[in-house]
């Protein structure tokens, strides 16, 4: 097995500044977070006040008059590590909370992400977006990744073991209340305290501590309650300030696609729709105060960069009638799919959803009605044979008519001309650039005598001395005064 630890040592502190705290000019400000009255986490400019953990409230305040002290809110920092699990869900399905940061066995999945350094690397990167901090560390064990991850500049060791040894004693929970009694008989790191009697150890520090020093090497084994998705996603982002501009708005949506895009992972599903919706200032808990703005996908995914590729093209073209101040973001038209099997050689499938995704970026950015294609169209005569329509937007109606459609496509060109372009005669025979031979013909079509566009014509394939393949027709005798006269409608490629 192989656990990644995260460990969010600043989770209160980097709450607040994801959420208040957006200008350089307001983060060199001296920022503290209290719990009971008391300093808990500072940032960088408090810290240069002489600002430390521990201190009162009081105390702080005397050292920095301009210091802002800012309560710890739990519920927010519970929901900013469901936010992380949810992303972390992108990697693997066994996740686990644990008191400021999160576990993930990912043994299943180092072959998919072309091995655990990978996955740290994206998992990490992934977390900084999601606005917090951590450390990261892997080890074979849980409790050993958890306790790793909590000293990150301790010395790196090939062995597990070794680097395990040289860890403080502070980092193991059940020795918080024997801190000054350790350090006393001089055991300051775990090797150190590994090397007492055990019985000595369950005796005077109870059994716990040797519980969880056996986890931590393997030695005992130890069960988790892993992080389940929500059965209905739901995610909302307050955001830092008024927001005017909706370009503005990509780097906090950015955040719930994230938590979308794990969510549907960890429920093997994927989404052909979302629905971002942009609450304003005057009342956001108003229905008609909010703006919804709506993507749907050609093809249904669940890949994070492609969802905000769409929401940046359709941000770049929108105007907030008013301030945000709220987002939120709904799936729509969730479906269940299996993750895509790992290819050596393209396929149709592959080919497929890479022009779905061109074809869904034109869209965003021209609008849905600037990006057609052609659907056939049940009518007898070629220029009424087909319609254009917007992309993955053909009605019942016209799929209908097609499956009537009577006409092979081998025997029609690519290249239909927009008006029949007439043709001369020499001997009664038609001629483009020089007589044309008549290969195969012809095909009567008489239709149209329902909308006032009656067309009686016998087509034809025809060949000039270029050896160039044109399709033209021979208006039906007796439908002109001067006789049948012949037309170029169409060239073969």
């Not at 061109?358 to 220029?383: S, Y």
């Not at 993955?392 to 927009?418: E, H």
């Amino acid at each position: 097995m192989l656990w990644i630890a995260l460990h969010l040592p600043q989770l209160p502190l980097d709450i607040v500044l994801r959420c208040r705290y957006a200008s350089e000019q307001l983060a060199q400000l001296p920022l503290a977070v209290s719990d009971h009255k008391r300093i808990g986490w500072c940032n960088t400019a408090a810290l240069d006040a002489g600002i430390r953990a521990g201190m009162s409230e009081g105390n702080a305040r005397a050292l920095n008059a301009q210091l802002e002290i800012v309560p710890r809110t739990p519920p927010e920092e519970i929901r900013a590590l469901h936010e992380a699990a949810l992303w972390s869900l992108h990697f693997t399905p066994h996740v686990t909370l644990r008191g400021c940061g999160l576990l993930a066995e990912v043994a299943a999945s180092l072959r998919l992400f072309s091995g655990a350094d990978n996955i740290a690397h994206r998992l990490l990167q992934g977390i900084r977006q999601l606005g917090l901090h951590g450390n990261l560390a892997m080890a074979s064990t849980a409790t050993a990744a958890w306790l790793l991850a909590q000293c990150p500049s301790q010395k790196t060791f090939h062995d597990e073991q070794h680097a395990l040894d040289s860890l403080p004693v502070h980092v193991l929970t059940h020795a918080q209340p024997w801190i000054d009694t350790l350090h006393g008989i001089g055991c300051h790191t775990l090797g150190q305290l590994r090397q007492l009697p055990r019985a000595g150890i369950t005796r005077r520090f109870g059994k716990l501590l040797l519980t969880e020093i056996d986890r931590a090497y393997g030695k005992e084994t130890e069960a988790h309650a892993w992080f389940e998705a929500p059965t209905i996603f739901q995610a909302r982002l307050e955001l830092i300030s008024r927001v005017e501009h909706a370009e503005s708005l990509l780097f906090a949506a950015r955040r719930l696609v994230l938590q979308l895009t794990g969510w549907l992972t960890a429920r093997h599903a994927v989404v052909s729709g979302i629905t971002l919706w942009m609450h304003h200032e005057s009342s956001r808990r108003r229905d008609h105060q909010r703006t919804p703005l709506t993507i749907v996908l050609g093809m249904a995914s669940r890949d994070p960069e492609h969802l905000t590729l769409l929401l940046r093209e359709r941000l770049a073209l929108l105007t907030l009638h008013a301030p945000v101040i709220e987002l939120s973001l709904h799936a729509d038209q969730i479906a269940q799919q299996a993750a895509p099997n790992t290819e050596l050689f393209a396929t149709s499938a592959s080919q497929s959803e890479s022009s779905s995704r061109l074809i869904e970026r034109l869209q965003n950015r021209l609008g849905k009605d600037a990006v057609k294609q052609l659907a056939p169209w049940g009518d007898h005569r070629p220029e009424y044979s087909n319609v254009a329509s917007s992309v993955f937007n053909v009605s019942p109606q016209q799929q209908n008519r097609s499956r009537r459609q009577p006409l092979s496509a081998a025997t029609r060109p690519s290249w239909l001309l927009p008006q029949p372009l007439p043709l001369r005669t020499r001997q009664h025979k038609p001629v483009y650039h020089s007589p044309l031979l008549l290969l195969t013909g012809p095909e009567r079509i008489e239709a149209g005598w329902w909308d006032d566009a009656l067309a009686t014509r016998d087509y034809f394939i025809a060949e000039n001395e270029q050896h160039l393949l044109l399709w033209i027709f021979r208006t039906r005798i007796g439908t002109e005064d001067d006789g049948p006269r012949w037309f170029l409608h169409g060239l073969f490629g």
